[in-house]
């Protein structure tokens, strides 16, 4: 962690990413500190890029996107081309919420959010598959959801 965050600063982000709608008054409010104060910080953090963006988070289900895969997917060639051409590929994908590159046996694990298993399927034989330098593609159906969070453990850098 970098050495110009204090613990009111991750005071402000704990805040922030349980609820990014409150107003400077609000959330000087709930740190201790005066609005103006507050306000100067919240800007730094965003300069800083400790804060990317503010967003809305949506309930998948109730948009009707009841299915999450995680795929694992090995690339059949490794060259630094390959490698880009795919995960450009991957980004402009919007069934795919997020990509990671892996060590061990595969080479990258999306999590691919879909309205149900037939759009999942198709998803894959239309997209997926059809990418060059794809060598083999393993998904895993999330079943239940336990737990999904965006919010980091900032507690654990306050102690």
């Known amino acids: ?43 730094r953090l965003e300069q800083e890029g400790f804060i990317h963006k503010r967003v809305a988070l949506l309930d998948a289900e109730k948009l009707g996107m009841d299915v999450v895969v995680f795929c694992t997917v090995n690339l059949s060639v490794h060259g630094r081309q390959s490698l880009e051409e795919f995960e450009e590929a991957v980004r402009r994908l919007p069934e795919v919420t997020e990509c990671y590159t892996m060590t061990g046996t595969m080479d990258y694990m999306l999590k691919i959010v ?17 990418m060059p330098g794809i060598q083999e593609i393993h998904s895993n159906v999330a079943v239940t959801t336990i737990k999904n969070t965006t919010a980091l453990p900032l507690d654990t850098q306050l102690d």
């Not at 965050?5 to 740190?31: V, Y």
Request: net charge positive; aromatic share 6%.
């Open 1 to 43: 962690m970098q050495d110009s965050i204090s613990s009111i600063d991750l005071k402000i982000l704990k805040q922030l990413q349980d609820d990014c709608s409150l107003t400077a008054a609000q959330l000087a409010d709930r740190i201790g500190l005066s609005q103006s104060p507050c306000w100067r910080r919240v800007n």
């Open 114 to 130: 879909t309205r149900d298993i037939r759009h999942y399927e198709q998803f894959v034989r239309t997209f997926l598959s059809q």
